[in-house]
């Protein structure tokens, strides 16, 4: 197995764009990362977040498999969904399916962390993914549990407008300064390296998807509710998980009786930085279950 990507190790930017052009409908770009070659996978991060969240498994996954990192429209450098376009489920769903078409990709293994994993799942249950990788997937909460996630997602997305380029800088150069920006997260912040942090919260601060996002998912209806026994799924719960908490993942195995339920020690909300071996291992077990 390849060894996991230096912590420390600069983030690079984005520079690839593909050009999405639905039928019927206003074409859009998004950004990715690819690696890799072989079976295809998708990784898709959550609201707020951009494809970087995946830098730490990128290279283990890109050993054996073509590794595409998807900035969602909206977030990281891809540009908002054409005006008069939802971001609904229903219309986010067709749309990411044509961009896995014009990205050449055929029903790739789809791994998503949050939103990403509820996109995940839904794809899968379009019939858009091979097998599914579900860290800590949005839609299995209750009302209160939603309305708590929310409530600290926008507490994140005001704190990010809020503060100084300056004082973000100097807050990511310490560890303390990191666990204060990214812990609510991260169980391991301090793991993130300075520039990983600067860049992640700046991706709060700028997306353009993050309002309209939220929005749709105030409604009571986005939920998972259905069962994909024909399709390969991993479900990990980080057991540090302090946005959708780790009971989420029990609904989510009643949900999904055949899914694999695996319990992420030590990791938060975003276990890929939290213990990179470990997730890179449940995407490469679940794709092997094919």
Not at 34 to 39: D, H, K, M, N, Y
Not at 162 to 168: D, H, Q, R, V
Request: hydrophobic share 45%; glycine share 10%; proline share 9%.
């Amino acid at each position: 197995m390849t060894a996991v990507a230096s912590p420390h190790a600069p983030v690079p930017e984005t520079e690839s764009f593909v050009r999405v052009s639905p039928a019927g409908k206003p074409s859009f770009d998004l950004a990715y990362e690819r690696r890799g070659s072989g079976e295809p996978v998708v990784l898709l991060h959550g609201i707020g977040h951009h494809w970087q969240a995946w830098e730490p498994v990128l290279s283990i996954l890109a050993a054996s498999h073509e590794v595409t990192a998807v900035d969602l429209p909206g977030f990281g450098a891809s540009p908002p969904l054409p005006e008069g376009v939802s971001y609904e489920l229903d219309s986010v769903i067709p749309l990411l399916a044509e961009g896995f078409r014009a990205l050449g990709l055929e029903r790739p293994h789809v791994v998503g962390n949050s939103l990403g994993g509820l996109l995940a799942l839904e794809l899968a249950r379009h019939g858009h993914a091979r097998s599914v990788t579900a860290l800590s997937p949005a839609g299995f909460w209750t009302q209160a549990e939603r309305r708590y996630a929310y409530a600290v997602l926008t507490g994140m997305r005001a704190g990010a407008k809020a503060i100084p380029e300056g004082m973000l800088r100097r807050l990511a150069r310490s560890a303390a300064g990191r666990a204060a920006l990214t812990g609510t997260i991260y169980a391991r912040p301090g793991r993130r390296s300075p520039e990983a942090v600067v860049a992640e919260t700046r991706s709060m601060r700028e997306a353009t998807g993050f309002a309209p996002t939220l929005a749709v998912g105030r409604r009571p209806d986005v939920v998972f509710d259905q069962d994909l026994p024909h399709v390969p799924v991993t479900i990990g719960w980080g057991a540090k998980d302090r946005l959708l908490l780790p009971r989420q993942g029990v609904r989510a195995k009643k949900t999904i009786p055949g899914a694999r339920l695996v319990r992420l020690p030590g990791c938060g909300h975003v276990p890929m930085n939290d213990d990179p071996a470990l997730v890179a291992r449940l995407v490469l077990e679940t794709a092997r279950a094919v």
